[in-house]
């Protein structure tokens, strides 16, 4: 098992630079008074995809040689790592082939079409994606892409808090004393580890994950993986199970995992609407939804919060009925 370094961070990040935005950081006055913290916000809601996701996928596509990017590249996901990795293959002119549960969000599976992605529909459970995932690999050939384990994938999510720490410098006087970021298969929180703990490993990252999909806080408390097979939670990019290589970091480099319930989610996601005006899905509201549920954890403090993507279908808001 490789597991990918700094150097590989900074490697990836100049890989990337003509396919990706540098995203904003935003504040809030309100969300800062309702939680006593000053919070930060990485927007990568606003990245192109829509998704950090794109960060790695594009490290992983134009990192490949030019006779392994001719067979093309391949992948299962619930929809940001599908739409990212079917971007990346898009600029690169190859062919991009998808496994995704048929219980994706629709404008998950529009964008992996409009962006070139071809889709094979599975069940919604870690083992039916699989399954069919192999079958796909066998049949085109194409690069296995890993959504999150994999070391190319972590280096370039990896470059998302090197950003924010400069831009913190820059734009704000300094660094982040907490970072949050949302926790599925581990991915953004990886990379997050990986950077952070080189250029400042005196900040607490802190991972933020649904009750109904808990199995990487369980994971923590007893210090080996617990895989769920089909966690059912309103948070669609957090369902998967962490792996070996997210695991070295998480056992390694997180400091607590916090949960929230499906109404705390829903919750944070349409404050963020309202009082922020952008758009975020509900995997990205779950460390807000975290941190309005542990406030004496973070007031007073300068918390980064990663918004992991805004890919949302617009006629099914989960607060509308």
């Not at 829509?50 to 392994?68: H, T, Y």
């Not at 219980?103 to 919604?124: L, S």
């Not at 806080?217 to 309103?234: C, E, L, Q, V």
């Not at 998967?240 to 997180?254: A, M, R, Y």
Request: glycine residues 8%; proline residues 6%; hydrophobic residues 40%.
């Amino acid at each position: 098992m490789y597991i990918p370094n700094f150097d590989d961070m900074l490697a990836a990040h100049a890989r990337i630079m003509p396919y990706i935005h540098r995203t904003p950081i935003l504040t809030s006055s309100y969300l800062n008074d309702l939680t006593g913290a000053q919070l930060f916000f990485k927007c990568e809601n606003f990245q192109k995809a829509g998704a950090f996701k794109v960060r790695g996928a594009s490290n992983a596509v134009f990192g490949l040689s030019n006779e392994d990017a001719a067979k093309g590249v391949c992948t299962h996901s619930s929809g940001n790592h599908a739409l990212s990795l079917s971007y990346a293959a898009g600029r690169r002119g190859i062919p991009c082939n998808v496994v995704m549960p048929r219980t994706a969000p629709q404008a998950k599976k529009d964008a992996v079409i409009g962006y070139g992605g071809i889709i094979t529909e599975c069940e919604p459970s870690t083992t039916s994606r699989e399954e069919v995932f192999a079958q796909v690999q066998a049949k085109t050939g194409g690069d296995f892409v890993h959504p999150y384990n994999d070391p190319r994938v972590i280096a370039g999510q990896g470059t998302c808090s090197f950003e924010f720490m400069e831009q913190m410098e820059a734009e704000y006087g300094g660094p982040v004393e907490m970072m949050v970021a949302p926790i599925g298969g581990g991915g953004m929180i990886s990379g997050t580890c990986l950077t952070l703990s080189h250029i400042a490993p005196d900040i607490q990252i802190i991972a933020s994950e649904p009750e109904q999909a808990d199995d990487a806080y369980r994971s923590f408390k007893a210090g080996h993986i617990i895989a769920d097979d089909a966690p059912d939670t309103i948070a669609d990019g957090l369902k998967v199970p962490l792996k070996d290589l997210t695991w070295h970091f998480v056992s390694n480099h997180v400091s607590d995992i916090l949960t929230c319930t499906e109404q705390e989610i829903i919750d944070a996601m349409k404050m963020t609407w309202q009082r922020m005006k952008i758009v975020i899905e509900p995997s990205c509201a779950v460390p807000l939804a975290t941190i309005i549920k542990n406030k004496d954890r973070f007031a007073g403090k300068r918390v980064g919060i990663i918004i992991t993507g805004g890919n949302v279908d617009l006629d099914l808001l989960p607060w509308v009925k």
